[in-house]
């Protein structure tokens, strides 16, 4: 069954009266996971009330353009980012024309310009409105731009009418949102993600680390279960929630890693090395806590085996993502990795900026493959993760 679990949906009302259903919207999509927040038009506050929604998504809902509380006063921005889908119901044939045009003249129509998640339309409004050739080519040119449309329904409306033009009923539109993340891109394939840190112990209460949160990795997984690939999980130590439906192998040091990888490699026909692997490990790990006795004390270190190389050169071979976490030539310094480690495909993170590095919720990534490279603008680490998930499906003959 599709599911909206740990999906962030922007739920846009527009002014209808089919506005009063948006409350079981909010319910029916919270049903299936969804953390839900509302953006209002001014016609919409005219047939339901901004705190009735507030109430039922346990967020403020939005209504202007301009927000002093948000960080610069740039509220569209940070909706437009926070969003993995953006869902307009209902949505009226003035909505639609405006989409369609590429107006920006208040918060939900900005938002949908300036948002890279997908856009699924639920349209309302009289039968002949519906009917009209102005309202049908305006929904074939939001078609044409990838825009999703649900409904509308055929039935008796609220001005007495009888025709298509309803809205759809809420659970209707919630399963058609969970349905835009199951995409099929890998079904019946097998993929094993590395995430998160790995810990290289000093002695029984110390050890070396790195700053990974392990949210890529975990965003991965989740966007390759939604594609309908059976997922398996190698994780280094985080705090986040375990995917459902993945196979999952906590593990804690670089060697751990490995040898778990290389165990379960034959079992997998797509492997994505998204881990932040320590390079070094401490050549000798102390059996009891390391005293505080001298001024200095000197580490030495020897390298840790290069997980993501013993992968590739596995037989048989899965097909190889490599992620180059880089402070300065990224472009450069990527395209080497993916040569030597001999790597399918490599996606390039600048992690040098603090808004896109380690524990941020965005990304901001160019994936590499071939002689092509392919930039993502920033957004959140779910949408990335579905992209690149999208471009491994269409890179590795799925």
Sequence with gaps: MAHLFNRNVLLGVSGGIAAYKSAELVRQLQALGADVRVVMT????EFITPLTLQALSGHPVHTELLDEEAEQGMGHIELARWADLLLL?????????RLAAGRADDLLTTVALATPAP????????????????TAHNNQTLIKRGVHVVGPAEGVQACGDVGPGRMEEPEVIAAAAAGLFHSGLLAGKRVMITAGPTRE???????????????????LAEAAIAAGARTTLVSGPVT???????QYHPVESAAEMLETCLRLVSECDIFIACAAVADYRPEQVQGDKI????????????????IVSAVAAAEPRPFTVGFAAETRDLLAYARDKMQRKGLDMIIA?????????????????TIVCGQTEHALPRASKTIIARQIIEAIANSSGK
């Design 240 to 246: 986040l929630p375990i995917p459902e439906h993945a």
């Design 201 to 219: 112990a000093l002695d029984p209460v110390r050890f070396l680390s790195n700053h990974s949160s392990g949210k890529m990795g975990y965003a």
């Design 42 to 45: 001014r016609g919409a506050r």
């Design 119 to 134: 856009i699924l339309l639920a349209p309302a409004m009289n039968q002949q409105m519906w009917r009209d050739p102005a």
């Design 89 to 97: 119901a209902p949505a009226t044939a003035d909505l639609l024309a």
């Design 349 to 365: 993170n600048d992690v040098s900026d603090q808004g896109i590095g380690f524990n941020s919720e965005e990304n901001e990534v």
């Design 291 to 306: 005293k505080k006795n001298d001024a200095e004390m000197l580490l030495k270190l020897v390298r840790n085996p290069d």
